[in-house]
Every structure is written in C-alpha cells, then in structure tokens.
C-alpha cells in the first residue's frame, strides 16, 4: 500500500534516505533528478544502503562494495548475486508516496535465459565456490540457452565460505545462512549440480575425466577450483586434531572438536588464522597463535594495521607466540601439545593451520602456469583460444589498475572473475577491469581493503589507527595502490576513483585528518 515518505523538494540529487513503509525500510534515493525506491538493506549481510555512496549512477553499499545501478537496482558488482527490490515511486502535490507491497521480497533475482533443448550446446564449470557460482548464473543472465553442468567436488551446493571463519565457526550464525542459493533456484534455471570432482583436463582438447570414472567434452570449460590450503612439515602435523580450515566439512570438524576442548593453537597470522583465533577465543577457548611474523599481517596492511588487530586479540585474551615456528606436535591418538622452535611446549586440544594456499590445478594438463601454480588469463579470463577460461583463486590474471599479472585469494574478486568470463563464454565479454577488495572481520571490527594491496612500498595513514577509525593507503611507485581500514566510504570512494583513474597523489593526503576521497568523486 501506498504512503507517504518525504517532500520533492527537500531530497537532494545524490541523497540516500533510509524511509519507513509501513514499518518496513525502504531506501529513496534522488539520481539524475528523478526520485527511486528500493529495498534498503543489500542481499549480502544486509548492509545499509542509505550510508553508502552513491556516485555515476551506481549505488555502492558501505560494508563490502555490493554495487548496483542506482536507476533499476540491477547487481552490477558482487558479493551480492541478486539486485535490489524495486518500490513504486507516486509525487503528487510535492509529495513523495511509495508503494512498498507487504510480501515484498528481500531481493530481486537478475533475468535470466531460459534453457532452450534446441540449444545442444554444454559448459561446464568446474568448482562450486565463489567464482563458479557466480558464473553459472551469469551464463544465463548474459543469454545463454545451453546445458550448464557445475562439477562440484564437494557434497554441498556453493555456500558462503567466507563466514567460516567469522560468525558460524564463532557459533554465531546458523547453518542456513551459508547456502547461497535454495536447490529450486538452481532446478528453477536449468543449472545442474553434479557433485563429482574432476579428475583431470586436458585444456588443449576440453576432455574432462571425472571422479566418478565418466568423462566428458563440453564446448566451453570454466576452471573455477579455487586452492587447497598448505600443510605443515613438522612432525605430527597429520595428528588428528590438527585441522586446516577450507570447506563447510573442515568447519564441522573443528567445531566437533571443539566441544571438550579447552587450549586451541592457532598456526599462522594470516586472515584466516586471525579470524579463527578470534572465534575460538569467543567460543571460550584458550588460544595461542604461533607465527613467524612480528606482526600479523604486517605484509598484507602494514605494521600499525597489523599491531591494531594483534591489540584488539589481545585485549580479548588470545595469546600471541610470534616470530616462532612449530618444530614438531606431540600426542598420540591425537594432538596433545606442540613444541616450538624455541624449545617452549604448549599444550593443545585442537590446532588449526592457517599458512596460505596452493591453487587447486594440478589436474589441469596443456595450460600455460603462473610461477605460483596459478593459471595464466588473458583479459577476458580465457586460459587459451579453445574454449576454456579460469577464475577465481586459480587465475593469474592482468590487473588493469596498477599493472602487472596477479594472482588474488579474495571471495568478491573470484565472483566478479566468474561473472567476467561467463559474459566472455556466452560471446559477451569485455576486457576485465573490476578493483579487487576484500574485508575481514576479528571481535566484531571490521576491516576492509580495496585495491592491490601488494608490492607496496610506503603506507600513510588518515586517522586514528590505533583506535580503529582510519584509512590506510599503500603506495608503490608514487602512486596510490591499495587502501584499508575502518571508514567505509573512503573505502567505496577509492574503489570508485580507482575504477575510473581519478585518484588523488598521494602528497594530497599527508596530514590530513580526512581523507576527503568522497569529494573527489
Ligand atoms: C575460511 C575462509 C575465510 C575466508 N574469508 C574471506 C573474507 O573474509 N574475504 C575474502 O575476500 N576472502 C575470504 N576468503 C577467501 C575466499 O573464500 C576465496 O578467495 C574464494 O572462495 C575463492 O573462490 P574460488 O571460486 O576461486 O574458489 P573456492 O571458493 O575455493 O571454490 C572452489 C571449489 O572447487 C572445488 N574443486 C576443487 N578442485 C576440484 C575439482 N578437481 N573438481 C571439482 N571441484 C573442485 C572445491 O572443492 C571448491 O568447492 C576466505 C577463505 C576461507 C577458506
């Protein structure tokens, strides 16, 4: 039903203004003079629209740049994968009225082809993760009427593996949050899950042998396998109780081990590991992080970033054991302690080893391979001229924004690599040209970054690091190449003018209490 929620005249081009519908939030927004309603919370984590940004027609969400076009509400940018609920906007006698049904829904699915049986031809998509999923429903949304057969070696349909570390392994979030999609949405599209591995392709002839002893050849092959976490050389590290931490299974199997459990070692100081500490810290347990870093993430964000998050573990009880190595585990039916380069024992129920990742591509013959075991991308993800693209995890791909080929381990980079090259398969591609970020979350700060945030040389901080309130930019060059911290719309500002090659030098920001990046835009 229809109600009334602002005056025309006083929502100015630009304003983003969280309104009540009949108890219900909707977002109003003014771009380029005509007044829109949406749904106000972004499909991902329900980010409040109304404090992101809007700028050049799209509208960012301030918690982890979720972009959608500020006119129709369409996703333009993952980690969403749905758009916007759209409201019916009325102006009558200088009023604003919006028609905000009570059975709306929280998002708004892309159009999407419907599969056509004439259509003989089949893709197929390897991985269910954060890339393949988001390249099995960009196939249909960018027209494509074929058989899409998504090879998932693991029993689940793809869910939201980030939170595994955060909110369900901290037991905060249920299980139903991971999933990212129902099962009907995928029967609903003509999407089919098989949940077997790939055993092997040859990318020169597509032949794909599965787990399963079948094989097959489909006209276009995405590589969307993502990695395969590093293990631990020491002695004991195939212990029970010593863990890695990769899939929704991985989850489960530490927190079983958690009940019962009072010490927990953490190995590593990457996100991953910090993330984990801080959950099983918040479960009660005792915990130790064992690194070879001074700081945690120190080569990621820089030292006082990484000093911040080590202050706010610290704070809530987590122990530190840095610039150490494990020399070996001890235990017998399972992991009692672990002994430290040192020569310091501690004793432990369950350990976790978070000490980076390894692309998952060994299966993968006649490929041209990054240094790191990466694939090697053209600008469209396509791996060669015969039908087969990467993305994701696996994909050492040319970065547009600072140059050079990388490879990067984020979630909403992999599914805006998902979403590129399954335009590029369905003959709609265009030149990759999205600005990576990541975020990670520890005792409830978040923490965000957009950018490259590698070989940077120099880093200068706008705020108070120390006290969580701040951008951090990274410098390589004499250009800005990366920014992190805790001011999300610095963040979705430099995103923005990085898209569009409009960021400021970096002697604009020195001493400066604010960084202003919204005002450049
Ligand atoms: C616990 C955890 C927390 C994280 N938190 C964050 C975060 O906060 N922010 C962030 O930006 N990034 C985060 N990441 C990183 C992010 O999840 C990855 O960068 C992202 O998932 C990569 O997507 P992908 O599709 O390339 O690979 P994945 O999501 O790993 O998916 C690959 C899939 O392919 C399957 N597979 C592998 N080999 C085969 C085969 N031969 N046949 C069939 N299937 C196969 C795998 O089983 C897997 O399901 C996190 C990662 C983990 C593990």
């Not at 190995?267 to 945690?296: H, K, N, Q, W, Y």
């Not at 120190?298 to 494990?326: M, P, S």
């Not at 080893?353 to 991308?377: E, I, K, M, W, Y």
Request: glycine share 12%; charged share 25%.
């Amino acid at each position: 039903m229809e109600h009334k929620v602002a005056r025309d005249d006083e929502l100015r081009e630009g304003e983003l203004r969280e309104v009540q519908v009949a108890g219900k939030k909707v977002l109003l927004l003014r771009c380029d003079g005509v007044v829109r309603a949406f749904g106000a919370r972004c499909p991902h984590y329900d980010g409040p629209l109304a404090k992101g940004l809007l700028h050049d027609g799209r509208l960012v969400c301030p918690w982890h740049q979720g972009t959608f076009d500020a006119g129709t509400g369409d996703l333009l940018e993952p980690p969403p994968l749905s758009g916007l609920s759209t409201f019916a906007v009325r102006l009558d006698g200088g009023d604003v009225y919006v028609d905000r049904p009570d059975d709306a829904p929280r998002q708004r699915t892309m159009p999407m082809a419907g599969r056509d049986p004439r259509d003989e031809r089949t893709f197929a998509v390897i991985g269910g993760g954060a890339a393949g999923a988001a390249a099995v429903e960009a196939l249909r949304q960018n027209g494509f009427t074929g058989r899409i057969v998504l090879l998932c070696r693991e029993e689940r349909r793809p869910y939201d593996r980030p939170n595994l570390s955060k909110d369900y392994l901290a037991g905060k979030g249920s299980a139903d949050w991971l999933p990212l999609r129902p099962v009907s949405f995928y029967e609903r599209h003509d999407i089919e899950l098989v949940h077997t591995g790939v055993t092997s392709l040859d990318a020169a002839s597509r032949r794909l042998e599965l787990d399963d002893g079948t094989s097959m050849t489909p006209d276009a092959v995405l590589i969307a396998s993502g990695a395969l976490p590093r293990r631990l050389e020491a002695p004991g590290a195939e212990l029970p109780g010593v863990f890695t931490l990769r899939s929704w299974s991985d989850c489960d199997a530490v927190i079983a081990a958690v009940a019962g459990a009072a010490r927990a070692i953490v190995i590593g100081a990457s996100f991953i590991a910090m993330e984990t500490a801080a959950a099983l810290r918040e479960r009660g347990l005792e915990v130790t992080v064992v690194a070879p870093d001074e700081t945690p993430l120190a080569a990621q964000l820089g030292r006082e970033v990484g000093e911040l998050l080590r202050a706010r573990h610290e704070e809530r009880g987590v122990r530190f054991a840095l610039g150490r190595t494990i020399a070996r585990f001890e235990g017998d039916q399972r992991v009692r302690a672990a002994q430290l380069d040192d020569g310091r024992r501690l004793e432990a129920d369950l350990v976790v080893v978070g000490v980076g990742v390894t692309p998952a591509t060994a299966f993968v013959v006649n490929a041209a391979r990054s240094d790191d075991g990466g694939l090697d991308v053209d600008d469209e993800l396509r791996v060669n001229d015969n039908g087969v693209w990467a993305a994701g995890d696996v994909a050492c791909y040319p970065e547009r924004h600072v140059g050079g080929r990388v490879r990067i381990e984020h979630w909403r980079l992999a599914e805006q690599h998902g979403r590129a090259a399954a335009a590029s398969m369905a003959g709609r591609g265009a030149p990759f040209d999205a600005v990576p970020g990541f975020w990670t979350e520890q005792f409830g700060l978040r923490v965000a970054s957009v950018g490259v945030g590698r070989g940077w040389s120099d880093a200068l901080a706008v705020g108070d690091v120390a006290g969580g309130d701040f951008t951090m930019f990274y410098i390589g060059d004499e250009v800005l190449v990366a920014a992190a911290g805790t001011r999300d719309l610095d963040l979705a500002a430099f995103s923005e003018l990085m898209r569009r090659g409009r960021l400021p030098r970096p002697d604009d920001l020195r001493g400066r209490s604010d960084a202003g990046l919204v005002g450049l835009l």
